[in-house]
DNA sequence: GTGGTCTAGACCACA
DNA sequence: GTGGTCTAGACCACT
């Protein structure tokens, strides 16, 4: 579920911050369901446990997840406001870009034909 | 002509180079045009003359600017290629998190209207 | 497995290049394999970590070698267009070699002759 | 006559030296012969009048070429030791690059037949 | 310990 | 003055 970009320069404790969110707002981890362990997931992924201690404690900071201890992580039961930060800096970074190839000369009309048919 | 953000997550180097395309596709540079000297950017940005260097390095790589040994720096005679790079990598960017939208269950028709009016 | 010329025309950096290449297709160095890290060669050959960095950059640029963050720096898995590419520009340099001898008014059979005498 | 590589690592003026020789071996001055002022064939090249001074400098210390005051500047009546030179030292150049393509695992055999289709 | 970035300053050849 | 190279040393995030 979870992939990682080695090269890039999100630190991968980020990274993995937002692939979770990305699973919770698929659908692909729902409300007050298990995560895997910290040990499983950095096993599973190749990497430190401490940089997946590192990332959950940011999500647990942000309401995202809970963990109890011996018991294990969970996603926290309202998770609403998650889905409304992303999609509104979805806009934005699109917006951005749209205004860039207005600066580069083209025209919002082009702009918004090659995005309807590129979809 | 080139603004830097310090607190940017993007290296100053790289801003350098975002910054001389820029005036390139916005016509503030022009084809066999000079740039400004390693050391007079590095004054004017208040910055090493290194990293002017590496961001200059870059850009010959890429074909943009031509250094002459003791001539100075050169704008590359042909520069279409960079503004059709460019503006590729802007669509490919709005596809992305367009996608990444209707992932999270926006129709195309609210991406589309929001869009518009974001503008 | 690295030899420098100090007194070399050719920048410490791009000698550095060129041994790496001449390690891996030699079989010295082999597809996936880890290489020295930047500091670790630089005290070896007694030279900055700066000037390993530079040459290390530029093969990553050729697609020869990856490095990864924290992790390393590898040999890239396909390494072929190496190979051809040095074998060609061999051949490109004697042709030229051989081409100059003849404006000098030396046979073709001049010159092979004596290249296989002088091997 | 004189064709110069901005971009080449072998300083201008040693290119230079490098021109008129090879414009004496073949043929195109010829012994006795008058050759362009320093002050004319800098403005040729395009390059700084200091430049071509030291050029034929060198030339004129290796017995190449002599300047009479007020009269101009023309080739040495004997030239055979430059041909002996440059014929030497393209061979040289020619053996050390099969030895590289030997060592790159291509068989005496493979080199020579390239070499002749090559021409 | 690793790679990535940046600074400060030096020297060089060339023009 | 220009670009090219190199050194020495620093800080950073990540492991």
């Not at 409304?84 to 699109?94: A, F, G, H, P």
């Given at each position: 579920?979870?992939?990682?970009?080695?090269?890039?320069?999100?630190?991968?404790?980020?990274?993995?911050?937002?692939?979770?969110?990305?699973n919770i707002l698929q659908g692909f981890l729902k409300p007050k369901e298990q995560i895997p362990?910290?040990?499983?997931?950095?096993t599973t992924?190749?990497?430190?446990?401490?940089?997946?201690?590192?990332?959950?404690?940011?999500?647990?900071?942000?309401?995202?997840?809970q963990s109890r201890s011996t018991k294990g992580?969970?996603?926290t039961s309202k998770i609403d406001h998650i889905l409304?930060?992303?999609?509104?800096?979805?806009?934005?970074?699109?917006i951005k870009e749209?205004?860039?190839l207005k600066r580069l000369g083209i025209s919002e009309r082009d702009i918004l034909e090659k995005i309807q048919v590129g979809e």
């Open positions: 579920m979870i992939t990682l970009d080695e090269k890039s320069r999100i630190p991968i404790y980020e990274q993995i911050i937002n692939e979770v969110k990305r362990s910290i040990r499983e997931l950095a992924l190749g990497i430190n446990p401490n940089t997946v201690k590192k990332s959950y404690a940011v999500l647990e900071n942000q309401n995202i997840i992580t969970f996603i409304e930060e992303t999609v509104d800096s979805c806009y934005n970074r699109i749209i205004n860039e």
